[in-house]
Every structure is written in C-alpha cells, then in structure tokens.
C-alpha cells in the first residue's frame, strides 16, 4: 500500500486567506505532482517536481505555488483564496527512473472557499 | 504530444453483466497506459497498467485491459459486475518515466442491482 498523506483532508474556509495544504510521502520517491479535480471528475495536472529544488508548472494555470525543499515534502500554497479556487487537491508521487511509471496519490484535499 | 479520450461519461450496468469502458489513447511513439479508479472521497488506485510487455494486462479485482496498437485503444473490461465496481474510472497516458501522466476525463460507472 502507497504511503502518501495529505492534510488536511477537508477545509473550509473565508475568501482572501493563505493556505498551505500539505503532501508527504515515506517511499522516497523524487517525483511529486499536484492536480485539481473538478466537480465533474476531470484532472488537471497544476504542479510537479522531479527532485528537491525543482518545481516546475502544470498544464492548467494556477495560482497557487509549491516549493519542495525535502524529498518527501511537497507543499501547495494559496497566497489569497477565492472561491473559484474550490476543488479537489489531489497529491501523487513515482519513482525517477524506473520501469514502472505509475503513480502514487494520496486521499485528496477537498477545499471550499466561501 | 499525448491525449487521452474517455468514450462515454457515465456508463452503466447491471449487477453481473459485463463491464466495458473505453480508452483511446494519440501518442506518436508506444506509449505506457494505465487505468486508476476512484471511489467517493478518497484518491485514485492502480488498477493496472501496460509497459510494452503483454498486451493483455490483468489487474485488481477481476478487471483486464487489452492494448490494441492498430486502434490506438486500451479498453478495460470485467466479466461480470459488482455493486463495489461503482466508482470512477480514469485511463492515463505517458511517453516515458519522465513526463507526468496525461489523464483521460474519466468515466463513472454504476451499477445496478
């Protein structure tokens, strides 16, 4: 079983506020991604990281930032939540050169903004 | 680049019927596909996944996949349903280890008793 946590599982909160939702992994992957899943399913991917100090962009624009500055870490952060930022934050990692590409995702974070 | 294309929303089925959902992949060299499923309020698991080995892939819980080159598919399918099918199904799609996955919109089956 995959050991990848995210926190905090559900949240709710006011519009103009900073959050941070938090990612982990114990398998010691270097890849890590974030994705935003809409109401109707659809994922898309907003973040990635191959290693520490590297982050780069997704396909879909956001606002929200991440830093990875231990391999197991992997950080979102909103500086200023609206309420088109409510979704689904779902949390994934794989391994780097291996050959099994899968990945791996957490339970999600599922955030309204009111 | 690679996409993904979930025919069908919503699929669903009765209690012991078969399963087919479907996945048509564009990719301009073989590529790695996958299928994951989502139940309510938790995140996605492996169902299985092709790597250029067999091209009839057997997974989790009864469910294969069957990677077909001549028609760009890789269908998921189950003999017979089970009311703890009933969930969201994705199929995704990489070049290589080191490109994320390109997931398809996904398709939520139901089942019927």
């Known amino acids: 079983e995959a050991d990848i946590y995210q926190t905090p599982r559900y949240l709710v909160i006011g519009t103009g506020k900073k959050i941070t939702l938090e990612c982990s992994q114990t398998?010691?992957?270097?890849?890590m991604y974030w994705y935003q899943q809409d109401p109707g399913m659809e994922l898309h991917l907003i973040h990635y990281?191959?290693?520490?100090?590297?982050?780069e962009k997704g396909d879909l624009s956001s606002e929200s930032t991440v830093s990875r500055i231990r391999t197991e870490h992997f950080p979102l952060t909103l500086e200023s939540a609206r309420p088109s930022h409510t979704s689904q934050y779902l949390c994934?990692?794989?391994?780097?050169?291996?050959?099994?590409?899968?990945?791996?995702f957490g339970p999600g974070t599922r955030l309204t903004v009111t | 680049a690679q996409s993904v294309t979930q025919l069908g929303s919503h699929v669903s089925v009765s209690e012991g019927a078969l399963v087919l959902l479907r996945c048509n992949y564009s990719?301009?060299?073989?590529?790695?596909l996958f299928w994951y499923v989502q139940y309510p309020n938790q995140g996605l698991q492996l169902l299985l996944k092709?790597?250029?080995?067999?091209?009839l892939v057997k997974g989790i819980n009864g469910f294969e996949a069957e990677f077909k080159k001549s028609e760009t598919s890789f269908h998921l399918t189950k003999p017979s349903a089970h009311m703890s099918d009933a969930a969201e199904y994705f199929c995704?799609?990489?070049?290589?280890?080191?490109?994320?996955?390109?997931f398809g919109k996904g398709t939520r089956l139901s089942v019927i008793a």
């Open positions: 990281s191959y290693g520490v100090n590297s982050t």
């Open positions: 990719s301009s060299v073989p590529p790695y």
């Open positions: 398998m010691g992957h270097d890849k």
């Open positions: 994934a990692s794989s391994e780097l050169g291996t050959s099994s590409y899968e990945q791996y």
């Open positions: 092709y790597t250029s080995a067999a091209t």
């Open positions: 995704a799609v990489s070049l290589s280890g080191n490109t994320p996955l390109v």
